[in-house]
Every structure is written in structure tokens, then in C-alpha cells.
């Protein structure tokens, strides 16, 4: 056996004597470099697909060249102005420094003045106001007022404001039992917190999921896999938590496919995604079966509520037919739902679910060792406003199971109606089948961004989709009464794009076509992100 060796010693040295020490030195570092490049290559090929990792190589070859950057620099500012459609020259005039002397109760007349520079936006915008009438009357008038009467209030300081802490504390046991709490099914555990917003609520499942993941299962490269159709906050969640994102395309329902899901799961896998109903389309994805699949892998399923959550248990009381979308779903470890949206409440308010207590607790920070003294903070934000946590739980306390029941009646019916209706004008149709307040359209014989601008010249502010090109709007109590002229505003444009294709003028229709047709992704974010730097 020594002999063996000592002979292919020999051997090796013998051949390796023919090259230079140093080329022998650097040989083996030149093999991991290229390995690791090969390794990197592939896994952004199989992440972004042949197509989308040549188009992106060959803009940043293009790019090396002076006069093509230029000129793409140049489009690219062109688009950004456009979208900003006038915004620079109004930064123009804003203050940028302190005032010498103070103005005192004067600054309201001057707020009042600038808020009459506003967008009409009663009864015609999708979504963006939930609550019914006017600012200063009804339900508007009361949240107002509890909102003012605890403006000053934090509940960092458990100590010294008791009351927006027991807000809090209730507010998110009222919304638990909503969603199904009280089942026996859902363990008794149900905790959570108020958050700022779904985006906040989103943001804080995904980085508990991920924590608890590496404690359960020992984790550190976290994947987390979603339908195309859900949420751009767990795009912000991937960036943010360094998590792997894997989109995976919906099925001809729009809803999550849920093999397709399957495919992708791996042993990094910490976290799938279902949505009830989806921002996009307003379709209910199939919660029951993708609790299965969390179970059957042992990972974390967080499902998107923050629009169904004030609906869709009042929904299924007033029978309507609601597919299992709660804890009542074995495999379902944590819920969004926004108390802004239909539950009435302040802008600025939302909740974070969990199945019980040992995951809720990876959503904390404890610091031992500052010099401030020991801290821990349950969100994101350190101190919060509990003027907007006292605002939800008085919306939720002044309107009870029947004032939800109620709302939910109107804007179901209302959501119906605008379905029907659309159906019955030829040139569009429905996308997929809403299973909500949300109603999708698109046309394949006219230019459904064309339609928009047309609407929007109406008044009306609509959402403008892609995959398809589509519209939506979002129906709230503010669209009760204004079913008919939506119905008939719509038609109207509809005709006119028909009789008249083709842009108009300061419209936005070639932008959101170019950007729907523009193969590289990597411009389309650029722009994006240039619109947004020039715009805050």
C-alpha cells in the first residue's frame, strides 16, 4: 500500500514538474472563481429564465457604451416626466425652511386652502376611502373625534397609557375571533398586534416565519414562495429580510396554482403565500389546499386578509358562497388584515395574526445590552400612535356585527350590479370570477389603457393592471350610489375608444403599454425607481 502510494507521488510530481510554481498556485484559486461564476450564472438563469438573463446581460453590455447609456438615459428621464405629469413645478413653490415666525391657529386657514387642491375622490376612486358621506359627518365625524381625543397617546408606555393599550389588545382579539378564534380547529392561541398597515402586517409575518423557521428547523438560506398575484409587499419583505423570492405564475382561474407551488419547495423553503381575496383581481386563492401543502412540508402559510378580513366573515353570514379562508384552515400560521380598509377604521391601522404564541414571539426584539436600559418593541415602530389604535377600536365598537353585516350587504350587492354590468358591454370582460368587492376587466379588441384615460378624464381613478392589461376597481360604500354612473361612464368610454383608438393627450396609456411590452425588467425598475426619487 506505501508503495502504491509513494509511486503515484512520484507520478504527480513528475507530471506536475513540467508547469510553473506559480501557475500551480493560481490554478486552483482561477477553478473556484470560475466555479462560483458558473454557480451564480445558473442560479440567475433559473431564477429569471433564458429570455430575461440574455435581454439583462446584453442592456448592461449596452450600457458600457457612453452614448448608449445617454441615450437611454435620456428616454428614461422623457418617461419619468411624463408620469410626474407636472409634479416638479409644483415642488417649486414648497417650503423648505421653517417660517420666521410661527403662524399660530392661522395654519389651519392654510391647510384647509391646500386640502381644496385635493382630487375629488368621494365616490370615485377604487378603494383608497372605505367610509361612507363626507369627512365631516357620521362615522367620519366619530373616528375624527377619538382619534383627536388620544393624539397624544403611545403605547410604548405601557405604564402611562392603559387605554389605548387595552384598544389595542382588544381590537386584535375582536379581529382574531372574526377569523376564527373561537374554533376548536385553530388551537386557542390566536395572537397578534396592531401594525401601521397591510405592508407592515406583511412585512412582519415574513421575518417571524423566517425567524421561527431557522429556530424549528435550522434555516439560514430562507426561501419563500407567492402567486404573481399577490401583494408587491413580499417583494419588500424578500429585500428587506434577505429572503429568496420565488413568483410563481397563477392558474387559467387567476387563482394560486397550487402544483406549481409544490415544484419549488426545497429544504429552504420557509414560508408560501395564498390571499383572500388577491389585490389584482379580487379572486379568493385555495386556502384549504395550500394549508395541506404547508402541513404536509412543515413550513409557515401566511394568508393576505388585509382586504377580505371586514368582508368576507360577514359575507359567508349573509351567504354568500366564501371558500375556508381563516385559522379555521389547518396549516395556516399567520393573517393580514387591514382595520383601514373595510373595517372603517383610521388610515394607518392593521393587524398581524398568529396561530399561537411560540411563532409570535420571533416578531419581537428584546436588547439587553444598551445603555439605556433593557428594551424590547413588539413591531416595527418603536413609539406608535395610539390616537389611530383608539380610532379603530371605536370604528369597530360603534358599528357591531350588525353595522358590518349591514355594510358588507351594500357593498356586495353594489359589487354584483357593476359585474353584471360590464358583462353587458361586448368589447370587455370580467377577469376571472370575483369572489368579492373587487371586479377586474380587460379587452382583446381595445386598448384597455386607453378606456382608463378616458374614465380618468371623467373623474373617475381607477387601478391599471398587467398580465393581462386590465383595470379594476375596488367598490366601497363610497360607490353605492354611484353604481349607474360608473356603469354608464364606463360604457361611454368604452364607445369613444372604440370609434377613436389612439391615445389622448397627457395620457398614460402608451406609458403603461410600453412598460407591459418592455422585455427588460431591470429599465422598467429603473424608471420606476427615478419616477419615485423625483416624486417624494
Same mark, same amino acid.
Given at each position: 500500500?506505501?508503495?502504491?502510494?509513494?509511486?503515484?507521488?512520484?507520478?504527480?510530481?513528475?507530471?506536475?514538474?513540467?508547469?510553473?510554481?506559480?501557475?500551480?498556485?493560481?490554478?486552483?484559486?482561477?477553478?473556484?472563481?470560475?466555479?462560483?461564476?458558473?454557480?451564480?450564472?445558473?442560479?440567475?438563469?433559473?431564477?429569471?429564465?433564458?429570455?430575461?438573463?440574455?435581454?439583462?446581460?446584453?442592456?448592461?453590455?449596452?450600457?458600457?457604451?457612453?452614448?448608449?447609456?445617454?441615450?437611454?438615459?435620456?428616454?428614461?428621464?422623457?418617461?419619468?416626466?411624463?408620469?410626474?405629469?407636472?409634479?416638479?413645478?409644483?415642488?417649486?413653490?414648497?417650503?423648505?425652511?421653517?417660517?420666521?415666525?410661527?403662524?399660530?391657529?392661522?395654519?389651519?386657514?392654510?391647510?384647509?386652502?391646500?386640502?381644496?387642491?385635493?382630487?375629488?375622490?368621494?365616490?370615485?376612486?377604487?378603494?383608497?376611502?372605505?367610509?361612507?358621506?363626507?369627512?365631516?359627518?357620521?362615522?367620519?365625524?366619530?373616528?375624527?373625534?377619538?382619534?383627536?381625543?388620544?393624539?397624544?397617546?403611545?403605547?410604548?408606555?405601557?405604564?402611562?397609557?392603559?387605554?389605548?393599550?387595552?384598544?389595542?389588545?382588544?381590537?386584535?382579539?375582536?379581529?382574531?375571533?372574526?377569523?376564527?378564534?373561537?374554533?376548536?380547529?385553530?388551537?386557542?392561541?390566536?395572537?397578534?398586534?396592531?401594525?401601521?398597515?397591510?405592508?407592515?402586517?406583511?412585512?412582519?409575518?415574513?421575518?417571524?416565519?423566517?425567524?421561527?423557521?431557522?429556530?424549528?428547523?435550522?434555516?439560514?438560506?430562507?426561501?419563500?414562495?407567492?402567486?404573481?398575484?399577490?401583494?408587491?409587499?413580499?417583494?419588500?419583505?424578500?429585500?428587506?429580510?434577505?429572503?429568496?423570492?420565488?413568483?410563481?405564475?397563477?392558474?387559467?382561474?387567476?387563482?394560486?396554482?397550487?402544483?406549481?407551488?409544490?415544484?419549488?419547495?426545497?429544504?429552504?423553503?420557509?414560508?408560501?403565500?395564498?390571499?383572500?381575496?388577491?389585490?389584482?383581481?379580487?379572486?379568493?386563492?385555495?386556502?384549504?389546499?395550500?394549508?395541506?401543502?404547508?402541513?404536509?412540508?412543515?413550513?409557515?402559510?401566511?394568508?393576505?386578509?388585509?382586504?377580505?378580513?371586514?368582508?368576507?366573515?360577514?359575507?359567508?353570514?349573509?351567504?354568500?358562497?366564501?371558500?375556508?379562508?381563516?385559522?379555521?384552515?389547518?396549516?395556516?400560521?399567520?393573517?393580514?388584515?387591514?382595520?383601514?380598509?373595510?373595517?372603517?377604521?383610521?388610515?394607518?391601522?392593521?393587524?398581524?395574526?398568529?396561530?399561537?404564541?411560540?411563532?409570535?414571539?420571533?416578531?419581537?426584539?428584546?436588547?439587553?445590552?444598551?445603555?439605556?436600559?433593557?428594551?424590547?418593541?413588539?413591531?416595527?415602530?418603536? !413609539?406608535?400612535?395610539?390616537?389611530? +389604535?383608539? @380610532? %379603530?377600536?371605536?370604528? /369597530?365598537?360603534?358599528? &357591531?356585527?350588525?353595522?358590518? #353585516?349591514?355594510?358588507?350587504?351594500?357593498?356586495?350587492?353594489?359589487?354584483?350590479?357593476?359585474?353584471?354590468?360590464?358583462?353587458?358591454?361586448?368589447?370587455?370582460?370580467?377577469?376571472?370570477?370575483?369572489?368579492?368587492?373587487?371586479?377586474?376587466?380587460?379587452?382583446?379588441?381595445?386598448?384597455?389603457?386607453?378606456?382608463?384615460?378616458?374614465?380618468?378624464?371623467?373623474?373617475?381613478?381607477?387601478?391599471?393592471?398587467?398580465?393581462?392589461?386590465?383595470?379594476?376597481?375596488?367598490?366601497?360604500?363610497?360607490?353605492?350610489?354611484?353604481?349607474?354612473?360608473?356603469?354608464?361612464?364606463?360604457?361611454?368610454?368604452?364607445?369613444?375608444?372604440?370609434?377613436?383608438?389612439?391615445?389622448? !393627450?397627457?395620457?398614460?396609456?402608451? +406609458?403603461? @403599454? %410600453?412598460?407591459?411590452? /418592455?422585455?427588460?425588467? &431591470?429599465?422598467?425598475?429603473? #424608471?420606476?425607481?427615478?419616477?419615485?426619487?423625483?416624486?417624494?
Amino acid at each position: 500500500m506505501a508503495s502504491a502510494v509513494l509511486r503515484l507521488r512520484a507520478s504527480a510530481n513528475s507530471f506536475l514538474s513540467q508547469y510553473e510554481p506559480l501557475a500551480l498556485l493560481l490554478a486552483p484559486l482561477l477553478a473556484v472563481l470560475v466555479a462560483r461564476a458558473v454557480r451564480s450564472f445558473v442560479g440567475i438563469l433559473h431564477e429569471r429564465g433564458l429570455k430575461a438573463t440574455f435581454i439583462g446581460f446584453f442592456m448592461s453590455c449596452a450600457k458600457l457604451v457612453p452614448a448608449v447609456k445617454s441615450y437611454i438615459d435620456a428616454e428614461k428621464q422623457k418617461v419619468v416626466d411624463q408620469l410626474q405629469s407636472g409634479g416638479q413645478s409644483k415642488r417649486k413653490s414648497w417650503r423648505t425652511e421653517l417660517p420666521r415666525s410661527g403662524m399660530g391657529n392661522g395654519v389651519i386657514d392654510m391647510m384647509k386652502e391646500e386640502k381644496r387642491n385635493d382630487a375629488v375622490w368621494q365616490g370615485k376612486c377604487s378603494g383608497t376611502v372605505y367610509i361612507r358621506g363626507s369627512e365631516c359627518e357620521g362615522h367620519f365625524s366619530l373616528i375624527n373625534e377619538a382619534c383627536s381625543m388620544f393624539a397624544h397617546t403611545n403605547p410604548l408606555h405601557l405604564d402611562v397609557f392603559h387605554s389605548v393599550v387595552r384598544f389595542e389588545a382588544e381590537v386584535v382579539a375582536m379581529t382574531a375571533a372574526l377569523l376564527g378564534s373561537k374554533e376548536k380547529v385553530s388551537g386557542g392561541q390566536i395572537c397578534g398586534n396592531m401594525t401601521s398597515g397591510g405592508t407592515e402586517s406583511i412585512l412582519l409575518a415574513v421575518k417571524t416565519s423566517r425567524d421561527y423557521m431557522r429556530a424549528k428547523k435550522g434555516i439560514t438560506s430562507p426561501e419563500m414562495i407567492i402567486p404573481e398575484s399577490a401583494h408587491s409587499a413580499y417583494d419588500k419583505a424578500a429585500q428587506y429580510f434577505n429572503i429568496k423570492l420565488w413568483r410563481v405564475p397563477v392558474n387559467k382561474e387567476f387563482r394560486a396554482d397550487v402544483k406549481a407551488i409544490k415544484r419549488h419547495i426545497n429544504r429552504n423553503t420557509i414560508l408560501i403565500i395564498g390571499s383572500a381575496p388577491g389585490f389584482p383581481h379580487g379572486i379568493i386563492d385555495p386556502i384549504e389546499e395550500l394549508g395541506e401543502l404547508a402541513s404536509s412540508f412543515n413550513i409557515c402559510l401566511h394568508v393576505d386578509l388585509c382586504l377580505g378580513g371586514f368582508v368576507l366573515p360577514f359575507a359567508r353570514k349573509l351567504g354568500y358562497p366564501v371558500p375556508p379562508f381563516d385559522f379555521s384552515v389547518e396549516g395556516v400560521t399567520s393573517i393580514s388584515v387591514d382595520v383601514h380598509k373595510y373595517g372603517l377604521a383610521p388610515k394607518g391601522t392593521s393587524v398581524v395574526l398568529y396561530r399561537n404564541h411560540d411563532i409570535r414571539k420571533h416578531q419581537f426584539v428584546a436588547v439587553t445590552e444598551w445603555s439605556g436600559g433593557l428594551y424590547v418593541s413588539p413591531t416595527m415602530a418603536g !413609539s406608535r400612535p395610539g390616537g389611530l +389604535i383608539a @380610532g %379603530a377600536w371605536a370604528a /369597530m365598537m360603534s358599528l &357591531g356585527e350588525e353595522g358590518y #353585516l349591514e355594510n358588507t350587504k351594500e357593498i356586495m350587492e353594489a359589487s354584483k350590479k357593476i359585474e353584471r354590468g360590464i358583462k353587458e358591454i361586448p368589447e370587455i370582460f370580467i377577469i376571472g370570477r370575483p369572489d368579492m368587492t373587487l371586479v377586474a376587466f380587460g379587452s382583446d379588441v381595445i386598448d384597455i389603457f386607453e378606456v382608463n384615460d378616458i374614465m380618468s378624464s371623467k373623474g373617475w381613478h381607477l387601478n391599471a393592471l398587467q398580465r393581462p392589461n386590465s383595470l379594476h376597481i375596488c367598490v366601497t360604500l363610497q360607490h353605492v350610489p354611484m353604481v349607474e354612473d360608473f356603469l354608464k361612464d364606463l360604457k361611454e368610454s368604452v364607445n369613444t375608444v372604440k370609434e377613436n383608438p389612439g391615445p389622448i !393627450s397627457g395620457g398614460k396609456a402608451p +406609458i403603461y @403599454g %410600453a412598460a407591459g411590452k /418592455m422585455p427588460d425588467r &431591470g429599465m422598467v425598475q429603473e #424608471l420606476l425607481v427615478s419616477f419615485m426619487d423625483g416624486a417624494c
